[in-house]
């Protein structure tokens, strides 16, 4: 049984050097598989204790480093990153990955790394059994064009940069999860907008 994994979910631009993204959920993949809330608490820790570099199309050389994730959390079953990007002046891919996100081109990300503990489940919605991915030591998350999870591609607001420089407190997006700020507040996670 071959336990290698790509998990595939959807990226946004943040502002300067930064992105943030959803990098797993426990939704049904187009593979029939999903990541169980256990594998998603590995993933969580293994970036806050030991980090992990983000890499474009799961190619790995050291040259294929587009920056690293820097923080990790689980809200309501997705796993929300953020990553700091490789210098745009020293690394070509950058300045084009930054130009498809500002023209709203949907990106994802996808987790790879090694499964440690599977199971099986029935799934009624598609009427069988699908595979469950329960534990996992991660290595990577890359950015990819198509991501496995159908549900999670993100549009790219392209007002997001205009937003944010305004300060403007009402109707914009949490930095960390995506949710709606209210007067400050993020409705999802509750942190505090600066």
């Known amino acids: 049984m071959d ?55 799961h190619e790995h050389g050291w040259e294929n480093t587009l920056g690293a994730v820097t923080e990790a959390d689980l809200k309501e079953n997705q796993m929300y990153i953020k990553t700091i990007l490789d210098n745009p002046q020293t690394n070509p891919k950058v300045p084009m990955l930054l130009n498809k996100l500002a023209r709203g081109i949907k990106l994802g990300l996808s987790v790879g790394g090694t499964v440690t503990k599977l199971k099986y489940e029935y799934s009624k919605e598609l009427g069988k059994k699908i595979k469950v991915i329960d534990g996992v030591k991660l290595y990577e998350i890359s950015v990819v064009g198509i ?14 940069s205009k937003s944010m420089k305004e300060k403007d407190l009402y109707n914009r997006q949490c930095s960390l999860c995506l949710g709606e700020i209210d007067k400050g507040v993020c409705k999802q ?3 505090i907008s600066e």
């Open 189 to 191: 996670c509750l942190k």
């Open 3 to 57: 336990s290698s994994f790509n998990f595939c979910i959807p990226l946004k631009k943040d502002i300067g050097d930064t992105l943030i993204g959803v990098a797993s959920t426990i939704s049904v993949d187009r593979d029939d598989e999903k990541m169980s809330e256990n594998a998603l608490s590995d993933m969580v820790k293994e970036i806050k204790e030991k980090g992990v570099n983000l890499f474009g199309n």
């Open 147 to 160: 991501p496995s999870n159908a549900d999670s591609f993100l549009t790219i607001p392209q007002a997001i």
